[in-house]
């Protein structure tokens, strides 16, 4: 076993682990300037930069670039304001009759040293919308970006080394072995999104230290679309919300569950909304993005060509150009159960879609998998919301749109079991880099006080009562 001693990270783990008293013990005020100074990063000093650094790993457009992954921080940091105050008070809670005499509350306190792995696909919404709420925790942080988006994690490097000392938010860039080394050192929690075949190394290495995890990871979440909905919504909807990002999204819808009289029309609305969106040809469109790199490009061509090869039906798209990382936006039929498009997340711009003719069919579909991170239900009959609803179980989702859950501070953002362990977003962040520590304070003798040692025949009456009526 490797010495923590002699581990390339301990030195920086060291000073936060000794500065996180200091650290912790910050006022919501001195929190708010360290979220300020974030803010004015990404709205003003570093927002070009972040705009010209997706652009080069992902060809993303500027605008999807401040819609997709500055807004979202900014709004984080904007809740987090407004409600930091509150969320730091002692919150009193009541106190039973049997311990009269005292009072209780929790108080959230930070958890300490906190590690965030976060991933490639959005790579500035996803390791700085979690810094927010461990900054707002009042922890210190040590932060490794993905390897894969390297433009991003520079420019990331250069924010986090400008606004903030080392020994309350660190940032490492590198390959996996940077992970590796640092998954040894005894955190107080981690965070980390990915897919869930990494969310478990990190569990396994976080068993050895008893630390606490948020698992932000994925599956493949369903979209259902019975023949009450506005189809021509649902689609318009379903294509902005899967070919954002070049559907590298873990909340994208993954695949289509559609009631089988609408499959013609589908096909239709699909492929004029895609004319409409990216032009008659997408590969020249400045609104589509690419994918991360040769590897997931081979990946997701791979599944076309399997596709292919089993007899699945394109009916639009299909088409790739290695050299760009392009990837036509894909609609896929009749695709085989046991392909890779049908058991893997997919992560890329291919949709494949399975007919239904009763409502049980998708909800039978959809518990037979593991459970989605999201779930999206296109409907206008309550009576089969419901039902869906009662009948299956998912981290988060919409009726009638998609990905707009995750934009809502209000609401807890994650999985659950297979897609993710915890929750995220305005206060279910801020809880979740936060030990809620239960308190009592004593003012007067309690009846507890009358039932010491030694045990007489009063006492035994005075417990006799108190386990009948308290």
Not at 117 to 138: D, K
Request: glycine content about 6%; hydrophobic content about 40%.
């Amino acid at each position: 076993m490797e010495d923590i001693h002699t581990n390339p990270y301990y030195g920086i783990f060291n000073r936060q682990k000794t500065n996180q008293f200091k650290v912790g013990n910050t006022t919501y005020k001195e929190r708010i300037k360290k979220l300020d100074a974030l803010m004015v990063a990404l709205e003003v000093d570093y927002k070009q930069k972040i705009r010209e650094a997706m652009y080069a790993d992902f060809k993303k457009p500027y605008l999807e670039t401040d819609l997709t992954e500055i807004y979202p921080v900014l709004t984080e940091i904007r809740f987090a304001k407004s409600n930091l105050k509150s969320w730091m008070k002692k919150q009193k809670v009541d106190t039973p009759l049997s311990l009269l005499g005292a009072s209780s509350y929790i108080v959230y306190e930070p958890k300490g040293v906190c590690l965030l792995i976060s991933p490639w696909n959005f790579p500035i919404n996803l390791t700085f919308g979690p810094l927010v709420s461990a900054i707002a925790a009042g922890n210190t942080i040590i932060i490794k970006p993905s390897e894969m988006t390297p433009n991003a994690s520079k420019v990331m490097a250069e924010i986090v080394s400008a606004l903030y000392k080392e020994d309350e938010v660190a940032l490492f860039e590198g390959e996996v072995e940077v992970s590796e080394h640092l998954l040894k050192l005894p955190f107080n929690h981690i965070f980390f999104t990915g897919s869930p075949q990494v969310g478990k190394i990190v569990m396994k290495a976080a068993s050895k230290h008893l630390t606490s995890v948020t698992l932000e990871l994925g599956g493949k979440s369903p979209t259902i679309i019975d023949d009450s909905a506005n189809l021509e919504k649902a689609v318009e909807k379903i294509i902005f919300g899967k070919f954002t990002n070049a559907g590298q999204t873990c909340i994208a819808p993954d695949y289509i569950l559609l009631q089988e009289n609408l499959k013609e029309q589908f096909t239709t609305l699909f492929k004029s909304k895609i004319k409409q969106f990216y032009t008659d040809q997408v590969a020249l469109s400045d609104s589509y993005s690419r994918i991360v790199n040769a590897k997931h490009f081979e990946r997701l061509t791979g599944y076309i060509a399997e596709a292919k090869i089993n007899g699945s039906t394109i009916v639009s798209g299909g088409a790739s150009d290695g050299k760009d990382h392009f990837i036509e936006p894909t609609l896929v039929f009749d695709v085989p159960e046991d392909s890779k498009l049908m058991q893997d997340e997919i992560f890329g711009p291919i949709l494949p879609v399975k007919t239904f003719s009763t409502l049980q069919e998708p909800v039978d579909y959809i518990n037979s998998k593991e459970k989605p991170l999201a779930l999206y239900i296109y409907s206008k009959s309550d009576k089969n919301i419901d039902f869906i609803m009662s009948n299956t179980r998912a981290g988060s989702g919409c009726i009638n749109h998609n990905l707009l859950q995750f934009l809502n501070h209000n609401l807890p953002f994650g999985g659950s079991n297979n897609s993710g362990l915890g929750k995220s977003h305005g206060f279910f962040g801020f809880e979740a880099f936060s030990n809620k520590r239960g308190m009592m304070k004593q003012h007067t003798m309690g009846a507890t006080d009358l039932l010491t040692p030694p045990y007489t025949n009063f006492k035994q009456k005075l417990i006799d009562f108190t386990l009948k009526w308290f």
